[in-house]
């Protein structure tokens, strides 16, 4: 298939980063709630996400190293 223009980004190119973070969090849902199993890289230090939206509710998401948080957010 031929690409138009070498600027123009492809549908998984775009979505990779979001990939990316997921697989360093290890975010799954299972049974109405989210889990983590995060990997994070030293370099990268933190990673928190805020107002993600699942299972008709806000969450939290933090996780630093091999540790991980997920809380409802208020409100």
């Known amino acids: 298939m031929p690409y138009p223009t070498a600027c123009s980004p492809q549908a998984w190119a775009t979505g990779t980063p979001l990939a990316l973070v ?13 889990l983590l199993d995060p990997d994070i890289p030293a370099e990268l230090g ?4 805020e ?10 998401l933090e996780a630093v190293g091999r540790d991980g948080y997920v809380r409802l957010s208020p409100g």
Request: some cysteine; charged content about 30%; aromatic content about 8%.
């Open 51 to 60: 107002r993600v939206r699942a299972f008709g509710h806000c969450w939290e």
């Open 22 to 34: 997921r697989a360093m969090l290890g975010a799954d849902p299972v049974d109405g709630r989210l």
């Open 46 to 49: 933190r990673i928190t996400a």
